[in-house]
């Protein structure tokens, strides 16, 4: 299965290389995010292009961080006014707009966290391809204090909390590579203990399996009774055709994300090392 998934992974980096040989001249702030995270993801195996990354560096200098966070994590917290894409038309707005650029209806905000997490994503993949988006991994880590207490189910931003709170996780330990002391986040391991079971009652199994992954992050393993729970709702509700989530849908991300999060979830992890490494720890420990 190792052997399969790296001939697979390299398949693709081996397209996504030939697709994209050339940053194009006129790209705008999401084009070179692409670039950057196409990059990374098939230098992670070894396919390298020192000549497009100075290119998606270069490009990047032409924008700041507003362009490609939504906001400046140097001088403001995560925002509240930044419009999510329209339900009708799927254009997207600036921010502070309230109404569709295109169609005029009324927009629905992001919320800070959801805002937060994308840019602690894009920083963090930047700053692993060495290209600055406008601010640190560390600079937007260090508003995460601004989002405790975190609220459990029930709470409006709550769906977009679990995301947020994972995605400290996987940014801090590489997405799979290490462990992390649940001393180190106690909030945000007390939170996903805690709120593990309304991914199940929701039959989220996307949502489901950030938990569980982050968890086993914490140290939690299959003897514990919330990765119990999880692993077996995950296993009676796996597709025929070997996916989770709806076969219905139509949307390919939301067809491959629930997978690729269940595959985490009930997979057990050959961790490199037992804590983030010492830059981060530091990081951490800045926020208390």
Known sequence: ?????????????????????????????????????????ADGLGLKDPQLKLQV????????????????????????????????????????????????????????????????????????????????YAEVLGWLPSLRPHRGPGAPEFYDTVYAVTHVVYTLNDYGQRRIPPGLLPEEFA???????????????????????????????????EIREGMEYL????????????PAEKDIYLRYHPTWNAVAALSNYAWRVAAPEARRLRLLRGLK
């Open 57 to 136: 560096r270069r490009a990047a200098a032409r924008f700041g961080a507003r362009d490609f966070l939504l906001f400046d994590p140097r001088s403001e917290p995560p925002p509240r006014d930044v419009p999510a894409e329209c339900e009708f038309d799927r254009a997207w707005s600036p921010r502070g707009a309230s109404v569709c650029r295109r169609c005029s209806r009324a927009l629905k905000m992001r919320t800070p966290q959801d805002v937060w997490y994308d840019a602690l994503i894009t920083a963090y993949v930047g700053e692993r391809y060495g290209v600055n988006f406008g601010a640190t």
């Open 235 to 246: 296993l009676a509700h796996q597709n025929p055709d070997g996916s989770w989530g709806d």
């Open 191 to 225: 939170f996903l203990k805690g709120s593990l079971r309304a991914a199940v009652a929701a039959k989220d199994a996307d949502m489901l399996g950030e938990f569980m992954d982050s968890l086993r992050a914490f140290g939690l393993g299959d003897r514990d009774a």
């Open 1 to 41: 299965m190792r052997a399969a998934a790296r001939r697979m992974g390299l398949e693709r980096a081996r397209h996504w290389r030939r697709t994209h040989r050339r940053l194009p001249d006129d790209s705008d702030a999401h084009a070179v995010i692409d670039y950057a995270f196409g990059g990374d993801a």
